[in-house]
DNA sequence: AGATAGTCCTGTGGGC
DNA sequence: TGCCCACAGGACTATC
């Protein structure tokens, strides 16, 4: 399930290989995957082909791509299963292959040729591409911290400069900052949960408010944080917000760190290799496991011997699985659902 | 404005 | 074996 760290690693993925290089044409497999785009897969051939792709940009979950020269980008969102692959033109076509753009041929530094065609593969097309005018960014907040460097030999039109007024796809102009940008910090975030009045997770996934959290690390850093996902978003505390930020960046920053989160084949990078921070979870998908913080204060003797560790369980939450340690992460009292 | 239900999808896996 | 159904979830819309 792709979130924030996996589409920065397509992100990622989609600048060094493809940023700079030229449309050629534009096949589409299957127009649900369009869906979103109201004029029409005719449309989206007519206006992407012969433009030229340049940096890849990111908000959270949504991801696009400025082309040159237009005052629009080819928006890009992994919904549920979807997938970028830059592959070459004699590659299988994969199972779910939905919308497939030629590129202009490129070369490596040794003179062999890169792969030349940039797939969208999505099993469940929950995801999709379009078209949208790019504008200035209301909620503008500066550069993303995690930014990649640019590579200067494929990439025409630089980065942002520092302090320029940064642009947002109509389309994507309505989410909030993600946590990785710097105007969310602690104070940010406080102020933000306390201006709502519900529940800390739907809060953490409601994306105009703070974009890039989908399921797994909002359980991951609810764990993070010793936090109920029912908690009362205003009556948060300065410090335990400080707490759910700080969970949510370090989960994320290592999720990125790994290559992202993979349960399957699913999600891939763009080379079609698989993330491994499955392997680092804590709480989502552990249901029946020991809660690892617990079993660690109590290898310490931290923990009261006539209580035992907690393990982890999985409850209904907005018609979501929600996975948490009822030791760690204790039902709210004192009115503060 | 917050909460909920419905819609879009397909593969998987449990139950019978 | 095979059929049916529940389940998985991100974004968006409609409705209360």
Redesign the pocket.
């Known amino acids: 399930?792709?979130?924030l760290p996996e589409v920065e690693v397509v992100r990622r993925g989609v600048q060094r290989w493809a940023a700079g290089r030229r449309i050629e044409s534009v096949q589409i497999h299957?127009v649900?995957s369009l869906?979103?785009f109201a004029e029409g897969p005719e449309a989206f051939i007519a206006q992407l082909t012969g433009q030229v792709l340049s940096v890849p940009q990111r908000r959270?979950?949504?991801l696009w791509i400025p082309l040159q020269s237009q005052s629009n980008a080819l928006m890009i969102?992994?919904?549920?299963?979807g997938q970028v692959l830059i592959e070459h033109d004699d590659a299988p076509e994969e199972?779910?292959l939905k919308v497939t753009l030629q590129l202009s041929e490129a070369h490596d530094d040794d003179g062999a040729a890169l792969p030349s065609q940039l797939r969208f593969i999505d099993?469940?097309?929950?995801?999709g591409m379009q078209l949208s005018e790019l504008r200035s960014d209301p909620g503008h907040s500066g550069l993303v911290r995690s930014g990649a460097s640019v590579s200067p030999d494929l990439v025409r039109s630089g980065p942002e400069l520092p302090g320029s007024a940064r642009l947002i796809p109509a389309?994507?102009a309505?989410?909030g900052p993600d946590p990785l940008e710097p105007v969310v910090d602690a104070e940010w975030f406080f102020r933000a949960l306390r201006?709502?009045?519900?529940?800390l997770k739907?809060?953490l996934?409601?994306?105009?408010l703070i974009?890039?959290?989908?399921?797994?690390y909002?359980d991951e850093a609810l764990w993070a944080a010793r936090l109920h996902y029912a908690r009362?978003?205003e009556t948060i505390t300065r410090a335990e917000a400080a707490r759910l930020l700080e969970g949510l960046v370090q989960v994320m920053e290592a999720a990125l760190a790994a290559g992202g989160t993979s349960f399957?084949?699913l999600y891939v990078n763009v080379n079609g290799a698989s993330g491994y921070f499955d392997r680092s979870l804590h709480a989502?998908?552990q249901a029946g496991r020991e809660c690892t913080r617990c079993a660690a204060k109590q290898a310490t003797d931290e923990l009261d011997a006539r209580r035992s560790p907690g393990v982890i369980v999985?409850e209904?939450f907005?018609?979501?699985?929600?996975y948490l340690c009822p030791v760690c992460q204790p039902t709210p009292r004192n009115g503060r659902w």
């Open positions: 399930m792709p979130e299957d649900r869906r979103r959270g979950k949504f969102h992994l919904g549920m299963s199972k779910h099993q469940r097309i929950f995801g389309a994507a309505h989410i201006r709502r009045r519900t529940g739907r809060a996934l409601d994306q105009t974009s890039g959290v989908g399921n797994i909002a009362r978003s399957d084949a989502y998908d999985r209904k907005m018609g979501r699985s929600s």
